[in-house]
């Protein structure tokens, strides 16, 4: 079907779409509201929950790069493309899926699946069949698998696999050391002041990602747990600060990571066409399957404390250890003289 061939309303439902999408795809910020709004008003679409916790812990991951402590270890040029690559990577992946939310959204309220209109929004073929699937079985579960793997898949080949995102960060020493610290850690917290989560190691591979998606969702929707982090969301304003949460530790310090719109301007992203992922790759029977393997504790309270003390001396033997070697060479060179 082309897009001469759809009727006044389908245009128009496009037409909103698309204005919707702009409108929420701003910023971190944006992004993360929008999400939790979407899942206030349809509960049964558990991606968008998740959604907004791991954009919460994009935003706060961006905003160290401009904090106190990784600025005193990494050049501001190789900060500044960090956070471009992983502001992209959470672009594509709202540009993705909150038109699949909101068209899902209009076919609730007309009675009638409209997935066929996915096509104009570059959504993958995988997902339109998810989706009329879902139509009819209601199957909540699978329809949050579809979408974890849909999105993981997204950003593989213009990011991941991107040569130039490829030489400049993932193959680099500063990736390594992002990911050593917490980078490569989600963090789920309460009100309470405890903090729960899940790691990844291999970043770069998307059955990893995919993996993490999964056992991110068994905590997140754990029947004990999910009524903290859902209190969390809706009484905690995201700004991007690691205040955000840090406000509830016990025994908290000063943020030192700043808000996210005081850190960054706007980027202004291009949509470039996209090859349909799925067509080019086949599904892994074991991206569906529902049981995970938490191989590290789920309570990450105490974790995470002992891991910001570490990267903080780290950091401090660092610069004490540059003043020294640079001492030393004054020195030479006073003797040289």
């Known amino acids: ?27 971190n910020l944006s992004r993360t509201e929008a999400y939790l709004r979407y899942y206030q008003e349809n509960k049964a679409i558990k991606w968008s929950f998740l959604a907004h916790m791991v954009s919460r812990n994009a935003g706060w991951n961006m905003c160290d790069l401009k904090g106190k402590w990784f600025s005193k270890v990494i050049g501001k040029q190789k900060r500044d493309l960090l956070f471009q690559t992983y502001e992209k990577a959470n672009w594509l992946i709202f540009q993705d899926a909150y038109p699949q939310l909101l068209l899902y959204q209009y076919s609730t309220k007309k009675g009638k699946a409209m997935f066929h209109l996915l096509k104009f929004f570059q959504v993958s073929q995988f997902m339109e069949q998810e989706w009329r699937h879902y139509w009819h079985s209601q199957d909540h579960v699978r329809i949050l698998l579809a979408l974890i793997i849909n999105e ?10 991107n040569s130039f995102y490829k030489e400049h960060v993932f193959r680099t ?52 747990l999910y009524s903290y982090f859902y209190e969390f969301a809706i009484n905690t304003i995201h700004t991007g600060s690691r205040s955000d949460y840090e406000q509830y530790l016990q025994n908290k310090a000063n943020s030192v990571t700043p808000e996210l719109r005081l850190a960054y301007p706007i980027v202004h992203h291009r949509m470039e066409p ?30 995470y404390k002992r891991k910001q003390k570490k990267l903080h001396r780290t950091i401090l033997f660092k610069e004490r250890l540059e003043r020294i070697l640079s001492i030393y060479k004054k020195k030479e060179e006073i003797m040289d003289d």
């Open 1 to 27: 079907m082309e897009y001469a061939d759809l009727s006044g309303t389908e245009r128009k439902i496009i037409h909103s779409i698309k204005g919707l999408v702009k409108q929420n795809n701003i910023d």
């Open 152 to 161: 993981q898949n997204i950003i593989q080949k213009p990011v991941i696999e």
């Open 173 to 224: 020493f500063l990736f390594s050391f992002q990911d050593w610290f917490h980078y490569s850690c989600v963090l789920l917290p309460t009100v309470n002041g405890e903090l729960f989560g899940a790691s990844v190691n291999g970043f770069r591979s998307v059955d990893k990602r995919i993996d993490l998606g999964k056992r991110l969702v068994s905590i997140l929707f754990h029947e004990g």
């Open 274 to 303: 996209l090859k349909d992922w799925s067509k080019q790759k086949k599904l892994k029977p074991n991206w569906f399957t529902t049981t995970v393997h938490h191989r590290h504790p789920v309570v990450l309270t105490s974790w």
